[in-house]
């Protein structure tokens, strides 16, 4: 077995080829192009592992060169301690040690997305960005007038008839200001129309549509936080525990032991930022829906703290999250679960 470390970069891949004795076969660097990989691999000695850093551009590299590996293996950017903290520093440097801790099974290997999760994943991203543009339009709208001392209804201001009424009746709104409402509020339109049709495309897309209607009989979950979990969790057997799902999430603070002393920090930043803030966004809501899910946030917040009672509250909706997926079954209240079973 020959043991491959690769340093991917946007233009560049640097490789080392290592012998199972830590001898250097080869090494080199090459342009990060299909062709120009699709040659390397010919050079190359079999059987052939490979490993490479988790980046923005890992994604089409490891879907190119699975097929034609014996093992293929995506290292935890943050684990990689002997690359971050090394003295002297290149991408020969890094590849070599990447085929090292390959070699000698000492990678830290991140969990790789299969690919047609990954490009369902993109397109709810893109979602999350248009959601995110869109509420600086609004925002950008009441500054504009506010900066021009225009009275509006804050609840009413994003409303299509209360907007056109505001333009047109409105004598304080000037012939300079009117045409950069209008830009925003076009754009805006534009931003929730393509928003509606991707959620609307993934809800139905064959891939996903079963488990996100499976995952929407829970109370307090809707489209969005079905189809974030199951984009996002990908494989759920991939988690062992619950533990293990609500640190993923971001949900629990970080722990430092030593000797007898145990002190736990705060919500730990090493997490899927996508994920806890979808949940946390549900679970303020969750009370209202649940009588189950407001029972466990008023016990949480008679110790004096709502924001611990609303990561209680999200913690408890992973958990019917996890059990509904792995499953494979509709949500069932404990209640009528006794009572059938009764």
Request: charged share 25%; aromatic share 6%; glycine share 4%.
């Amino acid at each position: 077995m020959y043991y491959i470390g690769l340093d991917v970069h946007k233009k560049t891949i640097s490789y080392c080829v290592k012998e199972v004795s830590g001898q250097i076969q080869s090494e080199g660097t090459l342009q990060a192009t299909r062709a120009e990989l699709d040659s390397w691999m010919k050079t190359l000695p079999q059987p052939w592992a490979a490993a490479m850093e988790a980046t923005i551009f890992t994604g089409w590299i490891y879907d190119h060169l699975l097929p034609h590996a014996a093992e293929l293996k995506v290292a935890h950017p943050l684990m990689l301690r002997a690359i971050a903290l090394a003295k002297k520093k290149n991408d020969r440097i890094d590849a070599g040690k990447i085929a090292d801790s390959l070699r000698c099974d000492f990678l830290p290997e991140c969990h790789m997305a299969s690919t047609a999760i990954r490009e369902r994943r993109q397109t709810l991203r893109y979602r999350n960005l248009l959601v995110r543009q869109a509420v600086q339009l609004k925002n950008k709208i009441s500054g504009l007038l506010m900066e021009t001392g225009v009275s509006y209804n804050r609840q009413k201001l994003h409303k299509v008839g209360y907007f056109r009424e505001l333009m047109a009746t409105n004598q304080d709104v000037t012939a300079r200001l009117r045409p950069l409402l209008k830009l925003c509020r076009e754009a805006l339109e534009r931003s929730q129309k393509t928003e509606g049709a991707l959620v609307r495309s993934l809800s139905r897309d064959p891939f996903l549509a079963q488990r996100v209607e499976r995952l929407k009989t829970i109370p307090a979950v809707g489209p969005i936080t079905a189809l974030t979990w199951a984009l996002e969790i990908g494989d759920v057997k991939r988690f062992p525990s619950l533990k293990q799902v609500i640190s993923y999430c971001g949900l629990c603070g970080d722990e430092k032991s030593s000797a007898n002393i145990t002190k736990r920090t705060r919500l730990s930043k090493q997490r899927n930022k996508h994920l806890q803030t979808v949940l946390v966004e549900a679970a303020k809501m969750a009370p209202r829906y649940s009588a189950d899910l407001a029972l466990v946030y008023e016990k949480e917040k008679q110790k004096g703290n709502a924001n611990r009672a609303t990561l209680a509250v999200a913690r408890k909706i992973v958990a019917y999250l996890l059990a509904v997926d792995r499953g494979e079954r509709d949500f069932v209240a404990l209640e009528n679960y006794k009572r059938t079973a009764a």
